[in-house]
């Protein structure tokens, strides 16, 4: 007997993604039910070889639906998600209305799965920050290996990480460019073609971006409290994936050499490492991938202990949408969860 699955935000990137992961994988579901809003009603979506029209969320009955991938926003999930919950169907929230509930785990399935037993007090598991996500899968076997005192991160991170709309004004405004049209930014602070913008979701008291924030507040509830986390948070005219130049202070000694064998060898990681012309990944590679790709591993010699990496991922995948099915995969692998509807 398979699950009864829905998509909430079915229209979105990483809606469609989602329903994109789902297939591929083979996820074990009967049914796969598409919702948006109201003006999203009819509205088709792919599911493998199938066509979907989409159902208004806001009449959903999910008492026979057993897992709903959340990816309808921070404020429709604050609203709709423990309604939800209530009904008996375990939420997998894609925004950041949830992460920092004490009551709900966040989780990375390479990271912390023995975390996702958790979600019994609200039905409700919470999928980290894109950034966060990619950076984790990377950084825990080497945690595990030699602890992990300090990281300073500086992310490039592609515009799909704001939406349909930001990939638009990119495609847009990099048009003008070339044909000497005025370029208008609207989704961006600043014109995003050609560009670099440090500056992801709102300033804080501090002088940090809430995007900034969040990488540490995250990285302290899933990996470890005690390691300190900084981060510069950038935006870079590309349309997909996220990079991330990370450099970590560890407790214990540890090589390059040995990092190398350990991602080689860690869950999500795929290690692409020469140390010659186009031997590392970019962004473009990285898209429509699973993995998290290492590159540039090398000591750093201005402190004890201290390493360097270069870590690349598909945001719409591992980011978001992937996490969530491997969250639901691993609801199942553990036994956490049976089908609502039985086989008469």
Same mark, same amino acid.
């Given at each position: 007997?398979?699950?009864?699955? $829905?998509?909430?935000?079915?229209?979105?990137?990483?809606?469609?993604?989602?329903?994109?992961?789902?297939?591929?994988?083979?996820?074990?579901?009967? !049914?796969?039910?598409?919702?948006?809003?109201?003006?999203?009603?009819?509205? &088709?979506?792919?599911?493998?070889? =199938?066509? #979907?029209?989409?159902?208004?969320?806001?009449?959903?009955?999910?008492?026979?639906?057993?897992?709903?991938?959340?990816? $309808?926003?921070?404020?429709?999930?604050?609203?709709?998600?423990?309604?939800?919950?209530?009904?008996?169907?375990?939420?997998?929230?894609?925004?950041? $209305?949830?992460?920092?509930?004490?009551?709900?785990?966040?989780?990375?399935? +390479?990271?912390?799965?023995?975390?996702?037993?958790?979600?019994?007090?609200?039905?409700?598991?919470?999928?980290?920050?894109?950034?966060?996500?990619?950076? #984790?899968?990377?950084?825990?076997?080497?945690?595990?290996?030699?602890?992990?005192?300090?990281?300073?991160?500086?992310?490039?991170?592609?515009?799909?990480?704001?939406?349909?709309?930001?990939?638009?004004?990119?495609?847009?405004?990099?048009?003008?460019?070339?044909?000497?049209?005025?370029? !208008?930014?609207?989704?961006?602070?600043? =014109?995003?073609?050609?560009?670099?913008?440090?500056?992801?979701?709102?300033?804080?008291?501090?002088?940090?971006?809430?995007?900034?924030?969040?990488?540490? $507040? &995250?990285?302290?509830?899933? #990996?470890?409290?005690?390691?300190?986390?900084?981060?510069?948070?950038? =935006?870079?005219?590309?349309?997909?994936?996220?990079? !991330?130049?990370?450099?970590?202070?560890?407790?214990?000694?540890?090589?390059?050499? &040995?990092?190398?064998?350990?991602? =080689? +060898?860690?869950?999500?990681?795929?290690?692409?490492?020469?140390?010659?012309?186009?031997?590392?990944?970019?962004?473009?590679?990285?898209?429509? +991938?699973?993995?998290?790709?290492?590159?540039?591993?090398?000591?750093?010699?201005?402190?004890?202990?201290?390493?360097?990496?270069?870590? %690349?991922?598909?945001?719409?995948?591992?980011?978001?949408? #992937?996490?969530?099915?491997?969250?639901?995969?691993?609801?199942? !692998?553990?036994?956490?969860?049976?089908?609502?509807?039985? %086989?008469?």
């Amino acid at each position: 007997m398979g699950f009864r699955i $829905a998509i909430a935000g079915a229209t979105g990137n990483v809606g469609r993604e989602m329903l994109n992961i789902l297939e591929e994988r083979g996820f074990p579901a009967d !049914e796969v039910v598409a919702l948006a809003s109201r003006r999203s009603i009819g509205t &088709e979506v792919s599911y493998g070889d =199938r066509t #979907l029209k989409v159902k208004a969320l806001d009449n959903y009955d999910f008492s026979d639906t057993d897992i709903c991938l959340m990816s $309808a926003g921070g404020n429709v999930s604050k609203e709709w998600s423990p309604k939800i919950g209530r009904q008996g169907c375990v939420v997998i929230d894609n925004s950041s $209305a949830w992460r920092y509930d004490q009551d709900v785990p966040l989780i990375v399935p +390479e990271v912390n799965p023995d975390a996702v037993s958790g979600f019994t007090k609200r039905n409700i598991i919470a999928n980290p920050n894109c950034s966060t996500a990619q950076m #984790l899968v990377a950084l825990k076997p080497l945690h595990d290996r030699a602890r992990i005192r300090r990281a300073v991160v500086a992310t490039y991170q592609s515009v799909s990480g704001a939406g349909k709309e930001a990939m638009d004004e990119l495609f847009t405004q990099t048009r003008a460019v070339f044909v000497a049209d005025p370029v !208008e930014a609207k989704k961006f602070t600043k =014109r995003i073609a050609f560009n670099v913008i440090p500056h992801i979701d709102v300033f804080m008291e501090d002088g940090q971006t809430k995007e900034e924030w969040k990488m540490v $507040a &995250e990285t302290k509830k899933i #990996l470890d409290p005690k390691i300190k986390v900084t981060a510069t948070c950038v =935006r870079v005219p590309v349309f997909i994936s996220h990079s !991330e130049a990370i450099n970590l202070e560890f407790d214990e000694p540890i090589t390059a050499d &040995e990092a190398r064998d350990i991602l =080689r +060898e860690a869950p999500g990681c795929l290690v692409v490492d020469k140390r010659e012309n186009g031997g590392y990944v970019t962004p473009i590679e990285a898209a429509g +991938e699973d993995a998290t790709y290492i590159s540039r591993i090398r000591e750093d010699p201005t402190i004890d202990n201290g390493l360097n990496l270069w870590v %690349v991922s598909d945001n719409l995948r591992k980011g978001a949408a #992937l996490n969530a099915v491997q969250i639901a995969e691993l609801l199942l !692998e553990r036994g956490l969860i049976e089908p609502k509807r039985k %086989v008469a």
